[in-house]
């Protein structure tokens, strides 16, 4: 059995691309056999532009409109969403920090690959906080 993951992009010679997720090559170019989903977020450049480049020195809710809606729409409707064992600051932290195994979450920290400072991850968890009030 093979997942196949389509991807949208802001390419107009790429419009979408159909991705094995166990594919070894993504826009032509060659990433390494397994490689994380945020090898290709974060490092492949027409995936970048719209999941790292944006963050730039962002925070808050303006860090989470520019990197996070696209996968998970408006904060305020996904922060309702989660049920409330998913709420805290410390799981939420985890997650956006590190990612979450099994799943298409990468880590957003610098130092998991990711485009994010350790004040930026703090400062979409207290955006998520204040949206669940």
Not at 48 to 71: D, F, I, N, R, S
Not at 93 to 100: L, Q
Not at 115 to 122: C, I, M, S
Request: glycine fraction near 8%.
């Amino acid at each position: 059995m093979t997942k196949l993951v389509t991807i949208a992009t802001n390419d107009p010679k790429n419009p979408t691309i159909e991705v094995p997720l166990h594919a070894t090559v993504l826009h032509g170019k060659d990433i390494a056999a397994g490689a994380s989903f945020s090898a290709v977020l974060f490092r492949m450049p027409a995936c970048a532009e719209c999941h790292a480049t944006p963050a730039g020195k962002l925070t808050g809710v303006e860090l989470y409109a520019a990197v996070c809606e696209m996968c998970h729409g408006p904060l305020g409707t996904w922060a309702q969403s989660l049920p409330a064992s998913r709420r805290s600051r410390a799981v939420l932290w985890d997650w956006t920090a590190n990612g979450r195994k099994g799943t298409s979450m990468p880590g957003y920290l610098a130092s998991k690959g990711g485009p994010l400072t350790k004040a930026q991850v703090d400062s979409l968890v207290e955006a998520a906080i204040d949206a669940q009030k």
